[in-house]
C-alpha cells in the first residue's frame, strides 16, 4: 500500500538523521533500510519545517516499523494517507536541505 506522508523535522537533529541515513545505518536495516532512505531522498519541504514524502508499507499500522525504528527519533507529527495512485509532492528537496545543514563527515 502507497501512503502519502507528512511529518515536521527537528532543526536540531538534522544532523543526526542525515548522518545515519548517509553512512549506510538505516540503508543496512532490514526489511525496509533502503525503502527510509529512497523515500527522504524524494521527500519534499512544503512548509516551514515540514516534509512530504509517498512511502510503500506494508504493515497493518502504517509505517509502524519505521516509525519505531528511524522516523519517530528525527521526525514528530507524522500523518499518513492512504492513497490510490502516486502523486508528485511540489516543493524543496529534504534530502539537499539536509545535506546542506548537516555537520558530520558524510557532507560530500
Known amino acids: 500500500m502507497e501512503y502519502r506522508v507528512r511529518a515536521k523535522f527537528v532543526l536540531n537533529k538534522l544532523s543526526a538523521f542525515y548522518e545515519v541515513l548517509a553512512d549506510g545505518t538505516v540503508a543496512n536495516q532490514k526489511p525496509d533500510g533502503a525503502e527510509i532512505v529512497s523515500s527522504m531522498k524524494q521527500a519534499k519541504i512544503v512548509a516551514p519545517n515540514t516534509i512530504e514524502w509517498v512511502q510503500t508499507c506494508y504493515c497493518p499500522s502504517p509505517l509502524k516499523h519505521e516509525r519505531e525504528t528511524v522516523y519517530d527519533k528525527y521526525l514528530v507529527n507524522i500523518e499518513t494517507v492512504l ?10 528537496s529534504f534530502w539537499s536541505y539536509l545535506k546542506n545543514h548537516s555537520k558530520t563527515q558524510f557532507n560530500k
Open 83 to 92: 492513497i490510490k495512485k502516486r502523486v508528485e509532492i511540489e516543493g524543496h
